[in-house]
């Protein structure tokens, strides 16, 4: 079996159906796909046509997905398929996240039960990251795989670009323990015009995981001249403070030229600048895909003491409990039992 029947969706015609798993809500013919190129309208239903088609599996530090305050210095299992809802012209994974279902055809099938012993074989590791594409597309296969691996002890983790409806991001909420959710721009116009989404439907899914109770980080990928306004970023970091608290950790990335863009990557100075802006609001504010000065430790930020130093993905926990808290001052800092 490589697909199964969609549960979100609704029979419009004989021929056309309308996909209910995001925003997009696509109005799909028979025989053709949505945006994400892997929900298939046959014959007035729609199949989810990546149903277990695994086109990456890897064992990662948890901080590369990245999680940096979610059982810093383990591993976990990571997985993707291919296919995603959005189109943004700088992807940095396009080979998987703009391939469709026609080229998972010769890819090996997984069943969810198949997945999570996989896992289970794996040394010194403490879930399932379902990463590497959008895995929200992947909806249904995340939550049979991650039902089951809930029942060996094993942590779901999803890192995901946010661009969900409502109904299944509940569903979803029931089984993942941790998302990093990818915010890419404070501005509707770059969203609508640099990915073929828009902005208020991650805000909504940001909010509703921070509800829920379940760890969230945030990460932002600065790409020269589309996003790295320090107008817009200082506004978008004023309403993660105040939507998801001042302790949400935020990974501000640096783009390098991908796909359909090819500017110049974004310069040391736009980073320092976000980071010393992030700072102002939050607590945890951390810099990828560079090697700087500042943004790699973590600080208690209640007495200031030094709790986990970072070389890349060599983790050094220097004075923190062993249920994530802080030795000096007793400060809550990371989920790590």
Request: proline share 3%; hydrophobic share 35%; charged share 25%.
């Given at each position: 079996m490589s697909y199964?029947?969609?549960?979100?969706y609704d029979s419009l015609t004989e021929d056309n159906v309308k996909c209910l798993l995001c925003p997009h809500n696509c109005i799909i013919k028979n025989g053709n796909t949505g945006i994400c190129g892997v929900r298939h309208n046959i014959d007035g239903s729609i199949y989810a046509e990546n149903y277990g088609k695994v086109v990456a599996m890897n064992m990662d530090p948890v901080e590369k997905?990245?999680?940096?305050h979610y059982y810093p210095g383990h591993k976990i299992f990571s997985v993707g398929t291919d296919g995603c809802n959005l189109k943004c012209i700088f992807c940095q994974n396009y080979l998987i996240s703009q391939s469709d279902y026609k080229s998972l055809q010769d890819v090996d099938f997984y069943s969810p039960q198949m997945l999570v012993?996989?896992?289970l074989r794996q040394k010194d590791n403490i879930g399932i990251a379902y990463t590497y594409n959008e895995p929200f597309i992947w909806f249904e296969y995340v939550c049979d795989t991650a039902k089951i691996a809930k029942n060996y002890a094993l942590k779901n983790v999803m890192v995901t670009n946010g661009y969900i409806n409502s109904a299944p991001l509940n569903e979803l909420l029931q089984y993942m323990d941790a998302f990093n959710v990818d915010l890419k721009s404070f501005n509707n116009n770059f969203y609508k015009r640099h990915t073929g989404a828009t902005l208020e439907p991650v805000l909504n899914t940001i909010k509703s995981i921070h509800k829920s109770g379940k760890h969230l980080e945030i990460t932002n990928l600065v790409v020269t001249n589309l996003n790295d306004n320090a107008d817009?970023?200082?506004n978008m970091v004023k309403w993660i403070c105040e939507n998801t608290g001042s302790n949400t950790p935020l990974h501000i990335s640096r783009y390098f030229p991908s796909y359909k863009y090819s500017a110049p990557p974004t310069s040391a100075e736009t980073i320092i600048e976000f980071y010393h802006i992030a700072c102002e609001y939050l607590d945890f504010?951390?810099?990828?895909?560079i090697?700087?000065?500042?943004g790699n430790d973590t600080y208690c930020p209640q007495?200031?003491?030094?709790?986990?130093l970072r070389n890349g993905y060599n983790?050094?926990?220097q004075n923190i409990t062993n249920d994530g808290k802080c030795e000096f001052c007793g400060k809550q800092i990371v989920i790590s039992e």
């Open positions: 199964i029947v969609s549960k979100y997905k990245p999680l940096y012993d996989i896992a817009e970023f200082r504010v951390y810099t990828g895909n090697y700087l000065d500042k007495c200031g003491k030094t709790l986990i983790i050094s926990l």
